[in-house]
């Protein structure tokens, strides 16, 4: 994609008058904007052409301005104090009236108005804007014009005026131009005492945990990490993204405290995923691999299907992003298909990151029966299968569901997501590991426990029972100040009654489809006879 100051100068030369920009970053825009003008360029003539650069905003009114770098080499742009006849300089704070001044001023000028996204809903800017479209590219050389409007990403041109105008992207910074600004602010010397910054490949590692921000954003994020940590560090700058995330109303940032041992079982699963670790990486697109889509984690409620979302973005060292659909769905027309642009968005800009979206059968539910929102869910959930398809980025999705009756046979399809497992119940020696998980997760020694017993006597207990089966029995020894013993454990398990035997007929049917139309996530099966024979509790 062409660069913005080149994205410019080709809409000068080409006699455009009225230029939107969509942008994180407005300041910056004004930079290059400005820069470009002072530049200038070639005539068909051959002759070459400079404008001066002003700036408008609803602050201090229009200012004329000079083009200059910052010490990163970024563009930017300074007052100046002194301007002579042919620069406008005027301190309305009116945007009506900063057009009507241009709209006058007989010398020509690129300028940069701030904020008129604010203002286009008013009849009379409108029609300023439409007279300059016509009446600007007819100038001479000396009147030549260009008012160039920076605009937020989403933002929605009126009607009469979205078929009149050019509209630009100005992009998020890739990671070459993250490795520039590195290189350009931060010193050779100190680069190279860096532990993080002494070879090219912790400067490209420092690069991409900084993409999807703004280079103000990197800058911030970079001073407060050098700050905090005393050095600069990925992993701390990555974090920064949660900020981003927040700002965006529609994905939570979910920090993630536990690693794969504080999983147990699912061996298959594991191994799937420890092969892919590495997916993400240069080597590996020059090996010729592409980036892992994600996968959907089917099976029985409590057995870790989220769990294993958490355990991916901490292995992974990826952030965690929690897409909420009940936001996405918003009570205004058009909103919810605007909120999953804009999470899509998120997702795509802090990437790599882990995007999560729990229980998404009951998302899509209304999708395929008609409801009674005038197919906003179908057309909400078609642009998400559609980005799952054409996605490139590194945002790998982790989707998981209790029940596949709900589910569009497209998400399911292959060319969505690499793998769909199924997660059952787990057999007596991953149950052992999650007595063990969680007695370690509650300050108690796993092995002044028998184990196999518990696992012996816990049979069609999901992961998430029996951790209530720890909980449960240590408020029993709490209260009557002793310590936990094997007994507590096993009278709450003949106390607990686990849901495999109240939902024996659902899990059976879940288990029959996966046969067949799912990877399980375990090698070894449960053993479970209420579900193998259909018995019902």
Avoid at 234 to 257: C, N, Q, T, W, Y
Avoid at 480 to 501: G, H, K, M, Y
Wanted: charged residues 20%; contains cysteine.
């Amino acid at each position: 994609m062409a660069t913005l100051d080149e994205q410019l100068l080709e809409v000068f030369r080409a006699k455009v008058a009225v230029i939107f920009v969509q942008t994180h970053e407005s300041i910056y825009v004004a930079g290059v904007a400005a820069l470009v003008a002072s530049n200038g360029w070639a005539l068909p003539d051959g002759k070459n052409i400079r404008l001066q650069p002003h700036v408008w905003d609803c602050v201090t009114g229009m200012t004329p301005m000079q083009a200059g770098v910052d010490e990163a080499g970024r563009p930017v742009v300074a007052p100046i104090t002194s301007p002579v006849q042919t620069m406008l300089a005027d301190p309305s704070k009116d945007a009506l009236v900063a057009l009507q001044k241009i709209n006058d001023h007989k010398y020509g000028g690129v300028f940069v108005l701030h904020s008129m996204d604010r203002f286009l809903q008013l009849p009379p800017i409108a029609v300023h804007l439409l007279r300059a479209i016509e009446m600007y590219p007819k100038q001479g050389q000396s009147e030549m014009k260009r008012l160039v409007m920076p605009v937020p990403f989403g933002y929605q041109l009126p009607a009469d005026l979205a078929r009149q105008v050019t509209v630009i992207e100005h992009t998020l910074p890739q990671a070459e131009d993250l490795v520039r600004h590195i290189t350009n602010r931060i010193p050779a010397s100190v680069r190279s005492t860096s532990p993080q910054l002494h070879t090219e490949g912790g400067v490209q590692q420092l690069a991409e945990a900084g993409l999807g921000m703004t280079l103000t954003e990197f800058t911030v994020a970079l001073g407060r990490v050098k700050a905090s940590k005393g050095d600069f560090n990925a992993h701390a700058v990555s974090m920064h993204k949660r900020e981003i995330v927040k700002k965006s109303g529609v994905l939570d940032f979910m920090e993630s405290p536990v690693g794969m041992d504080d999983v147990g079982g699912l061996d298959d699963l594991k191994e799937w995923l420890a092969m892919r670790q590495c997916a993400f990486t240069q080597e590996a697109r020059d090996y010729g691999l592409p980036a892992p889509k994600g996968l959907l984690l089917l099976g029985i409620p409590g057995c870790g299907k989220s769990l294993t979302a958490k355990v991916i973005s901490k292995s992974w060292d990826m952030p965690l992003l929690r897409l909420d659909m009940g936001r996405i769905f918003a009570g205004l027309v058009g909103a919810s298909e605007k909120n999953m642009a804009a999470a899509i968005q998120i997702a795509e800009t802090v990437a790599p990151c882990i995007l999560w979206v729990d229980e998404v059968e009951k998302n899509v539910s209304s999708t395929s029966g008609g409801g009674g929102d005038s197919g906003t869910s179908s057309r909400v959930f078609a642009s998400l299968l559609t980005w799952l398809q054409e996605k490139t980025s590194k945002c790998f999705v982790v989707m998981t569901a209790n029940s596949i009756s709900a589910l569009p046979p497209e998400l399911l399809r292959k060319g969505r997501l690499d793998e769909i497992f199924f997660v059952d119940l787990p057999d007596a020696k991953a149950r052992a590991e999650i007595f063990g998980i969680h007695l370690r997760s509650h300050k108690q020694d796993p092995s002044l426990f028998d184990l196999p017993r518990l696992a012996a006597i816990t049979e069609e207990f999901s992961g998430a029972e029996i951790e209530q089966i720890v909980v449960a029995a240590m408020f029993c020894s709490f209260s009557q100040s002793r310590a936990l013993a094997d007994e507590d454990l096993v009278a709450e398990t003949t106390r607990s009654a686990p849901l495999a035997r109240s939902q024996a007929h659902k899990f059976k049917e879940l288990r029959e489809w996966a046969d067949g139309n799912a990877r399980l996530a375990s090698t070894t099966a449960p053993e479970i006879t209420a579900i193998n024979t259909g018995y019902v509790n």
